[in-house]
């Protein structure tokens, strides 16, 4: 069962929400992501690990807890063992936190899923990729109290990711349109996910319900048949993005802008402050991409951008011995 003693892998940053899927919409985003390597409790020693505590290294390695029952990454391999009967395995965590915390590109996902999946690799793939997701969403509930897919499963799977339903758990990929681009800016101001979930409203009208309704099943259905101007129209949040806007300094005038230069929809991503907008080819996406960076700047925030083809790669094995 045990296939080998240490396994790394990386694991994508992504985009939940997507304005018209609260909670129920996501997807990968290349090139950014955290790496965890999972080694056997003998070789740990090697590997500078102890069992309990967690080996962290990268940018943002001293923002979390190293503790393995206060990180998601941790968290995640413990679900994952005591539901496979494995928890008498002893192995080590190494984490290589690169993605910024509170930044509302699934950070915390990354982390749990990218252990997850090396834990996965090691013992032999016990489960599929799909049955992965619900161990990261236990690193979910430990980073922000809600146990929400929309960054777990994109990031595990790649892509554009539906969770149509959460009990049971029911994950849809979709593929998009290959000339569908993001531009993802990481303004640089941190927003937990469990304050920008606070602010919600708590009671929403049936009139915005059936509008949400509406656009999230247009925004499907222009995936499926690549019609840009749908997917514009249906990028459109009346749940969450009226109460999280006033968490983002500059994000209106942003918005504007990357829509009046062309973007096809733009919006808060995850629980922000990141904001993406879905544009049509790579170059359109850097050019977006420059327009919110400037307008930012205006409101006195630096950010860095990310520019992502939408049909991004999800969770990978780096290295396995
Ligand atoms: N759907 C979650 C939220 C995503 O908006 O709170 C958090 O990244």
Do not use: W
Request: charged fraction near 20%; include cysteine.
């Amino acid at each position: 069962m045990i296939k080998y003693k240490s396994v790394t892998a990386f694991a994508p940053a992504t985009v939940a929400n997507v304005s018209c899927g609260f909670d129920i919409m996501g997807f990968a985003i290349q090139g950014c992501g955290d790496k965890a390597t999972i080694v056997l409790a003998k070789d740990s020693g090697k590997e500078g690990c102890d069992d309990n505590q967690i080996a962290m290294s990268g940018k943002y390695a001293h923002l979390i807890p190293s503790q393995r029952d206060k990180n998601t990454a941790g968290v995640a391999v413990d679900a994952y063992l005591k539901a496979t009967g494995n928890q008498n395995i002893k192995l080590s965590i190494a984490l290589e936190k690169n993605l910024p915390l509170g930044s509302g590109m699934g950070s915390s996902a990354a982390s749990s899923v990218a252990a997850v999946f090396a834990v996965n690799a090691l013992l032999g793939n016990l489960l599929s990729v799909k049955e992965l997701i619900q161990f990261a969403m236990e690193g979910e509930r430990v980073a922000c109290g809600a146990a929400h897919a929309d960054n777990a499963a994109p990031s595990l799977l790649g892509g554009f990711v539906l969770i149509r339903s959460y009990d049971p758990l029911d994950i849809i990929q979709v593929h998009c349109p290959d000339e569908l681009y993001c531009a993802v800016l990481h303004p640089h101001i941190e927003l937990n996910t469990s304050d920008a979930r606070r602010v919600l409203k708590r009671d929403i009208p049936m009139r915005d319900v059936v509008k949400q309704c509406a656009n999230a099943a247009g925004f499907m259905t222009g995936l499926l048949i690549a019609d840009y101007d749908l997917l514009g129209r249906s990028v459109s949040d009346l749940l969450a993005e009226p109460k999280r806007t006033m968490l983002i300094p500059g994000f209106e005038q942003a918005k504007r802008a990357a829509l009046d230069a062309g973007a096809i929809g733009c919006g808060i991503s995850g629980s922000g402050p990141s904001i993406f907008a879905l544009c049509k080819g790579e170059s359109m996406a850097l050019l977006i991409a420059e327009v919110i960076d400037r307008s930012f700047a205006e409101a006195g925030l630096l950010s860095e951008a990310f520019i992502s083809p939408m049909n991004a790669p999800g969770a990978l094995i780096l290295e396995r011995r």
